[in-house]
């Protein structure tokens, strides 16, 4: 199996604060998303793209993958952030409010080629055209979906609660397209910091529905969501039993057996080496 790269936990912080940036490299994440977009007042655009600028260059990051989320192109101040960013070398471009299926190809055209593409699916037509932005995502190389749960829950009138009931139908289809295409899929912001017990309920939520992490935009909240979308004990103690089942000279070749009574597949032996790969790079992560 392939070299697993966690993607548990992303931080968001404005591009402009110098001292959250210096904190975010040491901070226990999986990513960090420097914000261009709706964390920086449009009179600090410019400042703001200037400092993401100067931290993607000055670099020292370690391990974390580093994001800059730029504003859309039909902004005035989205080409701008494109052009510099793609100047420099961040590991990935978020790009927001992605709607239609070209638009994640136009956006490649602004960037170049060397950074992955993510886009944040946070608009009401984006879910009316998933099938078809998802189908063009590869020639793209769009990489990675970020729910945001904010706009869309403003899009769509609805109340975005710790359960977020209206939105369980597209946090599915969104993660049903991502592993359809290959995506990694990282799940909306928590927004009550004070709310720990909620956090980790909805940190909950997401990794049962299958995402890959969650965004955050508070230190705090990063060891609810890496403790979520990091195999527990009990899943790595019976991922080691299948695979050191089906080691076993018996069962060399099967594709069926049984192990502590239950019947086993060669899926379930995938699923436990996958298990297994995703909680040694979490180890690396967190050293």
Same mark, same amino acid.
């Given at each position: 199996?392939?070299?697993?790269?966690?993607?548990?936990s992303?931080?968001?912080?404005?591009?402009? /604060?110098?001292?959250?940036?210096?904190k975010?490299?040491?901070?226990? %994440?999986?990513?960090?998303?420097?914000?261009?977009?709706?964390?920086? !007042?449009?009179?600090?655009?410019a400042?703001? /793209?200037?400092?993401?600028?100067?931290?993607?260059?000055?670099?020292? =990051?370690?391990?974390?993958?580093?994001?800059?989320?730029?504003? +859309?192109?039909?902004?005035?101040? #989205?080409?701008?952030?494109?052009?510099?960013?793609?100047? %420099?070398?961040?590991?990935?471009?978020?790009?927001?409010?992605? %709607? $239609?299926?070209?638009?994640?190809?136009?956006?490649?055209?602004?960037?170049?080629?060397?950074?992955?593409?993510?886009?944040?699916?946070?608009? %009401?037509?984006?879910? *009316?055209?998933?099938?078809?932005?998802?189908?063009? !995502?590869?020639?793209?190389?769009?990489? *990675?979906?970020?729910?945001?749960?904010?706009d869309?829950?403003?899009?769509?009138?609805?109340?975005?609660?710790t359960?977020?009931?209206?939105?369980?139908?597209?946090? *599915?289809?969104?993660?049903?397209?991502? /592993?359809?295409?290959?995506?990694?899929?990282?799940?909306?912001? =928590?927004?009550?910091?004070?709310?720990?017990? #909620?956090?980790?309920?909805?940190?909950?939520?997401?990794?049962?529905? #299958?995402?890959? #992490?969650?965004?955050v935009? $508070?230190?705090?909240?990063?060891?609810?969501?890496? !403790?979520? =979308?990091?195999?527990?004990?009990?899943?790595?103690?019976?991922?080691?039993?299948?695979?050191?089942?089906?080691?076993?000279?018996?069962?060399?070749?099967?594709?069926?057996?049984?192990?502590?009574?239950?019947?086993?597949?060669?899926?379930?032996?995938?699923?436990?080496?996958? *298990?297994?790969?995703? $909680?040694?790079? +979490?180890? /690396?992560?967190?050293?």
């Amino acid at each position: 199996m392939n070299q697993i790269t966690p993607l548990r936990s992303a931080l968001y912080l404005p591009a402009n /604060r110098a001292s959250a940036v210096e904190k975010a490299r040491n901070a226990d %994440c999986d990513a960090v998303i420097l914000d261009l977009e709706d964390a920086v !007042a449009p009179e600090a655009k410019a400042e703001a /793209r200037a400092a993401a600028v100067a931290a993607v260059n000055e670099g020292r =990051f370690g391990h974390r993958l580093l994001a800059v989320r730029v504003n +859309a192109l039909d902004t005035e101040w #989205g080409p701008a952030d494109c052009a510099a960013i793609a100047g %420099c070398d961040p590991d990935a471009i978020l790009v927001p409010k992605l %709607c $239609h299926p070209d638009e994640a190809g136009i956006y490649r055209q602004q960037i170049g080629d060397r950074a992955e593409l993510w886009a944040m699916l946070e608009t %009401c037509i984006a879910f *009316t055209r998933l099938a078809e932005i998802s189908a063009k !995502a590869a020639s793209a190389n769009l990489t *990675t979906y970020v729910m945001g749960t904010n706009d869309l829950a403003l899009e769509m009138q609805a109340r975005l609660d710790t359960q977020r009931t209206p939105f369980l139908p597209l946090l *599915t289809q969104a993660v049903v397209n991502a /592993r359809a295409h290959g995506l990694k899929i990282l799940d909306g912001v =928590f927004n009550d910091i004070a709310d720990e017990q #909620g956090l980790s309920a909805q940190c909950g939520q997401g990794a049962a529905m #299958g995402f890959d #992490g969650k965004t955050v935009i $508070h230190p705090k909240q990063l060891s609810a969501a890496n !403790a979520a =979308f990091s195999p527990s004990v009990d899943e790595v103690s019976r991922a080691q039993t299948i695979v050191a089942a089906f080691k076993l000279p018996e069962n060399a070749g099967k594709g069926v057996i049984k192990v502590d009574g239950r019947m086993t597949e060669i899926l379930h032996l995938r699923q436990a080496e996958r *298990t297994l790969a995703l $909680h040694d790079a +979490a180890i /690396r992560n967190s050293t």
